[in-house]
């Protein structure tokens, strides 16, 4: 196991450097011209002296390698300079967003299994009866409907239906976790949903593969009760490719925070990459694309090392 | 020589009549399937003929008809400009369709043919670009899309390429294993020692063996596709208003308590589409690939 950690680490060297290296020419590279775009404001051509005063303040007019040099040291350090539109750290507004983001992830993913695993359970045990098409219908749609179209949905009914929206400005769980609850609770479901169709058609998928085992079989033979042949011994089984998912849903789970802390005024990272896009706040964009990317690396690479804990097989593979 | 050519015709009407009983198959095997491929032939139809379907200009202002629910001269009611939304629904599935082929087509094939070189070349070529998909495939997809569409601007085209980077990976991935398993049989061999060229070998003797999951792979991305371009359109980052992306409707119709409908239409179109894809993409992964069945 040891080995198999050392590997997986000093892989994420190179990894991390192609990721920070892709934000960079992405963001600096390509065609478009940042400067200019952050000086026009609204229809007017703008001012090239202005643009020339924009791209110094950015440091956009040293040599490319230059760039590339203080961005990467500046990644390493986590210093990504401060905001063009409120003049604080980005790093500080981070720091104050992030656990925003982490507890809308958080209870995402415990309505995503809770959702999950007794549907997937179910649709696999009674395959082929009306539980196993209302499941397989539910997850189905569940992969379909846009995530933030399933949020308006939500707000919409609860505001015409009843006349309550979750409560508007953020609360720390611990000065008052039930108002905090109430503003997290709705995207969380619409989260939590879009996640568990996918968790839900794969725990279906290797739980009928599963429960065709020898050892199942020999399970019942024994005597054991069908509860415990199910959860003890189907499930625990059945649920090795799916840890594999874990990571796929994280990327799902940024991707919909983006929106999702749009749509319910939530100040997370989100919302914060949203307004620098709008204000074409460079550093703001720099910064928690970045985090995004490099914390997202660090999420796979916990999942992987779960993975091969849990299946000696792909240690050794 | 005419009984030659009649054989021939025959043969030609045998087989299109086995593509029509091989479509009676699909239907009662797999009728999610034939179900998605059913939408896709609606909206494509409607993309087709959007001018004819929705008489109304779905641009054309009003300041009379702001917010008027859904009724005989607008089925689907009119948004907060007084725009008919039947008809930027139906315009809109020209944005939704250009923007998911095109992107699935740039994505896959590029991602493909660079995927083939990669496998069958190997070396340095093939550990550089391999390290670049690594880290490609290791962000988020809609983070990846957004950051492109600031960096280039938002445009139509630039959503589809923005897409397209999404896809080009994984494409690269399947048909570069693909290409290592099958470059190993024993016609290429009979290929090389005939002194068929590289190029030839990899795409006369290669690709074509390689295609099913190329198939696969364009058909399951093609619901995503149009989802990522509704998320950059909703965000503002995708195709400019005032052209009707249904993506783009829906951050209109936000907060309307009091039209409900705006938010409605749009997302049932897009849930449709989306449906559609997958489960056609899922039917014709079923059918190419029968070791997958039924996951």
């Known amino acids: 196991m040891k080995q198999y950690i050392a590997r997986r680490l000093l892989l994420m060297i190179p990894l991390i450097f192609g990721v920070v290296s892709i934000v960079f020419v992405v963001l600096n590279i390509l065609p478009g011209d940042v400067a200019a775009s952050i000086a026009t404001q609204g229809e007017e051509e703008p001012d090239p002296a202005q643009i020339e005063a924009i791209r110094t303040a950015l440091g956009l007019d040293r040599p490319l390698h230059q760039q590339y040099w203080d961005w990467l040291s500046g990644a390493a350090r986590l210093d990504f300079g401060d905001s063009l539109v409120t003049g604080q750290s980005v790093m500080d507004d981070v720091r104050r967003r992030l656990p925003v983001t982490i507890q809308l992830g958080i209870m995402s993913l415990i309505i995503a299994w809770a959702i999950a695993l007794p549907v997937g359970i179910l649709s696999a045990v009674r395959q082929d009866s009306w539980m196993d098409y209302v499941g397989r219908s539910f997850a189905i749609l569940g992969l379909a409907m846009p995530t933030f179209w399933v949020g308006i949905l939500i707000i919409l009914m609860l505001s015409r239906y009843f006349n309550w929206i979750p409560p508007l400005g953020y609360v720390g769980f611990f000065d008052d976790p039930s108002?905090?609850?109430?503003?997290?609770?709705?995207?969380?479901?619409?989260?939590?949903?879009?996640?568990?169709?996918?968790?839900?058609?794969?725990?279906?998928?290797?739980?009928?593969?599963?429960?065709?085992?020898?050892?199942?079989?020999?399970?019942?033979?024994?005597?054991?009760?069908?509860?415990?042949?199910?959860?003890?011994?189907?499930?625990?089984?059945?649920?090795?490719?799916?840890i594999t998912l874990f990571g796929f849903n994280i990327g799902l789970l940024i991707g919909g925070s983006v929106l999702i802390e749009q749509i319910f005024t939530l100040p997370g990272i989100g919302r914060f990459l949203v307004t620098g896009l709008n204000s074409r706040d460079f550093p703001v964009i720099q910064g928690v694309v970045l985090l995004i990317v490099v914390g997202y690396a660090f999420v796979n690479l916990f999942v992987d090392l779960l993975y091969g804990l849990l299946d000696p097989r792909i240690r050794y593979a | 020589m005419a009984t030659g050519e009649v054989a021939v015709r025959v043969h030609g009407l045998r087989r299109a009549a086995g593509g029509l009983s091989a479509t009676g198959r699909l239907f009662r095997r797999k009728p999610l399937g034939a179900a998605g491929f059913l939408v896709l032939v609606v909206m494509v139809f409607l993309a087709i003929f959007a001018p004819l379907v929705a008489q109304e200009d779905p641009l054309r202002l009003s300041a009379a008809d702001i917010f008027k629910s859904p009724s005989g001269t607008h089925f689907f009611g009119t948004d907060n400009f007084g725009r008919d939304i039947f008809s930027r629904i139906v315009h809109g599935s020209r944005i939704s369709l250009y923007v998911g082929f095109l992107s699935v087509l740039i994505g896959t094939t590029g991602g493909a043919i660079f995927g083939l070189?990669?496998?069958?070349?190997?070396?340095?070529?093939?550990?550089?670009?391999?390290?670049?998909?690594?880290?490609?495939?290791?962000?988020?997809?809609?983070?990846?899309?957004?950051?492109?569409?600031?960096?280039?601007?938002a445009t139509q085209f630039n959503v589809v390429l923005a897409i397209s980077i999404n896809i080009f990976p994984s494409a690269n991935r399947v048909l570069r294993s693909q290409c290592l398993t099958v470059k190993e049989r024993q016609y290429v061999d009979a290929a090389r020692a005939m002194g068929a060229s590289d190029q030839r070998i990899m795409f006369r003797h290669i690709l074509p063996n390689a295609l099913a999951p190329y198939l696969i792979i364009a058909t399951a991305a093609l619901g995503g596709a149009i989802l990522t371009e509704a998320s950059l359109s909703f965000l503002g980052l995708g195709v400019p208003p005032p052209a009707p992306s249904w993506g783009g409707m829906l951050s209109g119709g936000l907060y309307v308590r009091e039209a409900p409908w705006m938010a409605l239409a749009p997302g049932i179109a897009l849930t449709l589409a989306v449906f559609g894809f997958n489960m056609m993409g899922d039917a014709l992964r079923d059918i190419l690939d029968p070791r997958l069945r039924g996951r």
Not at chain 1, 190 to 205: C, E, V
Not at chain 2, 129 to 151: E, H, K, Y
């Open chain 2, 117 to 153: 070189i990669s496998g069958y070349r190997m070396g340095p070529f093939d550990l550089v670009g391999q390290r670049v998909m690594d880290a490609l495939l290791a962000m988020p997809g809609l983070i990846l899309a957004i950051m492109i569409v600031f960096s280039l601007g």
């Open chain 1, 179 to 242: 108002s905090n609850l109430k503003q997290f609770i709705f995207p969380s479901l619409a989260l939590g949903w879009a996640l568990s169709a996918t968790k839900a058609r794969m725990i279906r998928s290797t739980m009928l593969e599963v429960l065709r085992e020898d050892f199942i079989t020999t399970a019942r033979a024994k005597g054991l009760r069908e509860f415990v042949v199910i959860n003890r011994h189907a499930l625990k089984n059945a649920m090795i490719p799916v």
